[in-house]
């Protein structure tokens, strides 16, 4: 499996659905979507999550359902990603089996190695600075504590893709991939962009054409 370098999230927005937003996110070339509900009931998060899918399976791109990996299972998607209080990624994975993509939020070095035993597929690693977007902020990581964390990882032979999350910038994107991580995870640069689909795609152009491949 591929994990891409733009992990695009959507949001729950007043004047814009879910699939309508992942749509503009794939029109500007994101081929990695997460589906971030946080304000419906089981039934109508499933009705998103199929109209999220519809969307990302006629642009190629990867699905990953935040939360919920009933709903993963249940309409099929690419993935899963799963915060400190969701559910184990360890019980995730016996649910979903070895095919589903599973993702883990971490804030700590602590946080890295445990989902690096659980055999999680990526790592989000947050809040990079702080963003409205989340409530429940982790404290603010910065760009030193990714270079002094992935030192970590490394010494300790924890390979794994790390995108860094939570207020991140088209300008961060070259500090946070020479700081060692695979690429970056955003919402609201996005979504509440006026083109998302452009701001989508200079995202995607700055996380390919880096010269540094991690
Ligand atoms: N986890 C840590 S920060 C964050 C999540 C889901 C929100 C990222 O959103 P934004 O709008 O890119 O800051
Ligand atoms: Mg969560």
Request: glycine fraction near 8%.
């Amino acid at each position: 499996m591929t994990i891409s370098k733009l992990h695009y999230i959507s949001q729950d927005l007043p004047h814009i659905s879910h699939w309508q937003q992942a749509r503009l996110a794939c029109e500007g070339g994101a081929d990695w979507v997460q589906l971030r509900v946080k304000n419906q009931d089981f039934e109508a998060w499933k009705q998103t999550a199929l109209q999220t899918q519809e969307v990302c399976k006629a642009f190629g791109a990867t699905l990953i359902i935040n939360d919920n990996v009933q709903i993963a299972k249940e309409i099929q998607a690419d993935g899963v990603h799963l915060g400190k209080t969701d559910a184990s990624p360890i019980v995730a994975r016996e649910i979903l089996g070895d095919s589903f993509i599973i993702g883990g939020t971490a804030n700590t070095f602590e946080d890295l190695a445990f989902l690096h035993q659980a055999k999680v597929n990526y790592i989000g690693l947050g809040p990079f600075r702080f963003t409205k977007t989340k409530k429940n902020l982790s404290p603010i990581l910065g760009l030193e504590k990714y270079q002094s964390l992935l030192a970590s990882c490394k010494a300790s032979g924890l390979h794994l893709p790390i995108v860094g999350i939570g207020g991140v910038q088209l300008a961060d994107v070259e500090d946070i991939l020479l700081a060692g991580l695979h690429g970056i995870a955003v919402s609201s640069v996005i979504n509440l962009a006026d083109n998302p689909s452009a701001v989508a795609n200079n995202f995607m152009k700055a996380l390919t054409e880096q010269l540094y491949v991690n």
